[in-house]
């Protein structure tokens, strides 16, 4: 079976507006995904313009999270779109099998945050955000699929379910379009908190044995904190996502661009600065000893009762004494010698190491301290305190970063985070 040029290869999906194969486009060819709407959603020659039109608006969407519209068209009494067919695995299919650790949900929800506000940058609007609609490639790199497709085939706003699909898209809607209320960019990113929060807690936030409870739970109900459930969630981040779960548009991120910001900084500390020690903190080694009773006082209090050594000694002992005094000498000339004639190595002083645990967005970046490579992040390393070192990070396709830290003594592990950024980048 063929669509237009498009050869069948196989079905991979079904929805309630139609089908999506597996198709080879002989033209290009490549693979594509080919979604062909129902014969009975075509309901107008009026409709079926407006779907072109608007399919090709994203056609211009050119993002590398984003997954590319080749073209649409309509053939045997429907209409169809070409998407760039993507090997990878559906998002609500890993949530089953993994939990994601918090630089991973950052990272994560960075990288959709960005792609969404560089398509409501574009006046495009997703409206179905949900964890089927973003498939991560087998190399790490995720895609956002049905961009906008949800406001082509429904132009009221209503997306159609079925009762299969009672508990997918209409967990995820936001409160505006459960309510028929117009929607913006804002609408994805209350979606995309609630992706983020199932991936925080382990569970969704708004929950329901029926699509109107769903329904009640989301425009009424406030979900609990994240850090109840799941304590591992730094604060910082989940107060982030609690912000995308606000059910007035107005009291969320203004753009994905601001929530992509909020999640980045979420996890960044600053590096310790110096500051004054009380005494009682420092190492023994560090302080002098003021709170004995006998500070400042002699190791050894001689009595005022002593008597006075005798005037004239034994002959052995003053024997003895010539012999300790003579030995005394010689030795000493002796260690004069070797030190002038001999190479001098100094002793080895000693070392306090202090901890550097270094991060990074994306993570697996190549760590090098003083030049030697130390190995990937996140990484945990053990350097000498009081000394400064140079850090360099270096990833494929990101712009190198260096820097020069000073670990102190006694500090514990010193936190450093770093955004790294691609090539592409010249902010």
């Known amino acids: 079976m063929n669509y237009g040029r498009y050869q069948i290869i196989k ?78 695995e559906p998002l609500n299919e890993i949530i089953q099998k993994k939990r994601f650790t918090p630089l991973e949900i950052i990272e994560f929800g960075s990288l959709v945050a960005e792609a969404l506000d560089y398509a409501h940058q574009k006046g495009i609007v997703h409206r179905d955000v949900k964890p089927s609609n973003i498939l991560l490639r087998s190399d790490g790199r995720l895609k956002i699929t049905d961009f906008g497709i949800a406001r082509i085939e429904d132009p009221s706003g209503h997306q159609q379910t079925q009762a299969g699909e009672i508990l997918g898209t209409p967990a995820y809607m936001s409160p505006e379009q459960i309510e028929s209320r117009p929607v913006d960019g804002r609408s994805d990113l209350f979606s995309l908190g609630i992706i983020l929060y199932e991936l925080s807690a382990g569970t969704r936030p708004f929950k329901g044995e029926s699509l109107a409870s769903i329904f009640n739970s989301i425009i009424k109900e406030s979900p609990a904190q994240i850090t109840e459930t799941a304590p591992s969630i730094p604060r910082e981040l989940s107060q982030v996502i609690m912000k995308c779960l606000q059910k007035s548009p107005d009291e969320r991120f203004e753009t994905g661009r601001e929530l992509a910001s909020a999640l980045k900084n979420c996890l960044k500390k600053e590096a310790p600065v110096a500051a004054v020690i009380p005494m009682k903190d420092l190492p023994t080694t560090d302080r002098q000893i003021t709170d004995s009773p006998t500070a400042g006082m002699p190791a050894t209090v001689r009595s005022t009762t002593e008597k006075p050594a005798a005037a004239k000694k034994e002959k052995k002992i003053f024997i003895l004494f010539l012999i300790v005094i003579t030995f005394a000498m010689i030795g000493g000339v002796t260690y004069y010698i070797k030190l002038r004639n001999a190479e001098y190595t100094p002793a080895a002083k000693k070392v306090t190491s202090a901890f550097l645990k270094v991060e990074s967005m994306p993570a697996e970046a190549n760590v090098f301290i003083n030049g030697t490579f130390k190995g990937k992040t996140p990484v945990r390393l053990e350097l000498p305190a009081e000394e400064k070192h140079e850090v360099r990070l270096t990833l494929p396709n990101y712009q190198d970063w260096e820097a020069q830290v000073q670990l102190k003594k006694g500090e514990g592990e010193t936190p450093l985070f770093v955004q790294l950024m691609s090539a592409g980048d010249t902010k």
Do not use: C, W
């Open 11 to 88: 079905e991979i999906g079904k929805g309630s507006m139609g089908m999506v194969y597996q198709a080879h486009d002989p033209n290009l060819d490549i693979q594509v995904a080919l979604k062909v709407l129902r014969q009975d959603r075509v309901i107008s020659e009026a409709f079926v313009k407006r779907f072109l039109s608007e399919a090709k608006a994203l056609g211009r969407l050119d993002h590398p999270n984003i997954v590319r519209v080749y073209n649409v068209d309509e053939a045997d009494g429907t209409v169809y779109i070409a998407m760039e067919f993507i090997e990878g």
